[in-house]
């Protein structure tokens, strides 16, 4: 009974964590391309235009990143649940797997964000098509790939959750 405490204490935690981490994260992509949520994220997620625009990011990535931590983290945590042998070590080997995750998807979001700077400039952005209203082309394709990056990152996430919790359970 004390694992399936533990199980539901770490994918709360995990969901804690996915959602803080997309509301800073929005904070670091809205200062790269104000466009990208001015012209697309406020309107898709219904902000209203009376709200803070750096809260209004911070809302989005609180809602739009919650869910990933229940996406990425019932895989391993289940398989913890199933192959550790107590509530101790799933909670230890719980937390480390949501340290990788986070660390992951950080990098990722951060390589995605030097990629960028490098990669797209407004000869880059003049040849994508976009909607004929973001004043910003380059700012907006930039936070676009960096949140689209961030994504990977957590879906890499689950493969390497589930790494971390079949080593532990090996070594055991």
């Known amino acids: 009974m004390a694992r399936l405490g533990v199980f539901l204490l770490l994918v709360a935690t995990s ?3 996915a959602a803080l981490f997309g509301a ?17 994220k406020f ?12 809260l209004g990011a911070a809302q989005i990535g609180f809602r739009a990143s919650w ?12 398989l913890g649940l199933l192959l550790l042998s107590s509530a101790r070590q799933l909670w230890r080997v719980g937390v480390q797997v949501i340290i990788a995750v986070i660390l992951i998807t ?12 490098v990669a ?20 907006f394709l930039r936070a676009g790939i960096m949140h689209d990056a961030s994504y990977l990152g ?3 996430g689950i493969f390497v959750g589930v790494w971390i919790v079949f080593r532990a359970s090996r070594s055991t």
């Open 15 to 17: 969901v804690g964590v």
């Open 24 to 40: 800073v994260h929005n904070q670091v992509s809205y200062t790269v391309g104000p466009d990208y949520f001015h012209q697309f």
């Open 43 to 54: 309107l898709q997620f219904g902000i209203p235009a009376e709200t803070p625009p750096r």
């Open 67 to 78: 869910w990933m931590g229940l996406f990425v983290g019932l895989p391993p945590f289940l």
């Open 106 to 117: 950080a990098l990722a979001a951060a390589v995605a964000l030097v990629f960028g700077q």
């Open 120 to 139: 797209v400039d407004e000869d880059v952005a003049a040849v994508i098509t976009l909607p004929d209203h973001i004043s910003d082309p380059v700012g």
């Open 154 to 156: 957590g879906f890499i």
